[in-house]
């Protein structure tokens, strides 16, 4: 079973930031893609940033140009990070770290989240 672990959210000023991190524990065979998805009270989960394994990254319109993801699999274990720069109140939210890939020897396929993250932008 493959278990993700995330860290780094907190309380920040609008106009601050922050670096979320979510790395990965259990057999992992490969690797496709990597996500940061946030969630607001009663609405839907939406996809915020991604990178493919190859590198190549989507970002949310409203995160553009002030987010970056990135992803580490040069370890043991696979990591991806969520760089958030000139944060705005609107992007208060739980912030969940999803993965997807082949595990264990008989790779067998996974889609796995995080237990969340909270980002709160507030003066």
């Known amino acids: 079973q493959v278990r993700l672990e995330e860290s780094g959210g907190g309380l920040v000023q609008p106009g601050g930031s922050l670096r979320l991190s979510c790395t990965t524990s259990g057999s992992i065979y490969s690797i496709n893609t990597m996500a940061w998805y946030r969630q607001t009270p009663g609405k839907q989960r939406d996809l915020v940033a991604s990178i493919g394994n190859g590198g190549v990254t989507t970002y949310a319109d409203s995160v553009k140009g002030r987010f970056t993801i990135s992803r580490d699999n040069t370890k043991r274990t696979f990591s991806v990070y969520l760089q958030m720069n000139s944060l705005k109140p609107e992007d208060t939210a739980a912030y969940y770290c999803?993965?997807?890939?082949?595990?264990?020897?008989?790779?067998?396929?996974?889609?796995?989240w995080g237990q969340g993250t909270q980002v709160t932008v507030s003066s």
């Open positions: 999803n993965v997807e890939g082949l595990a264990g020897l008989s790779a067998t396929p996974f889609n796995s």
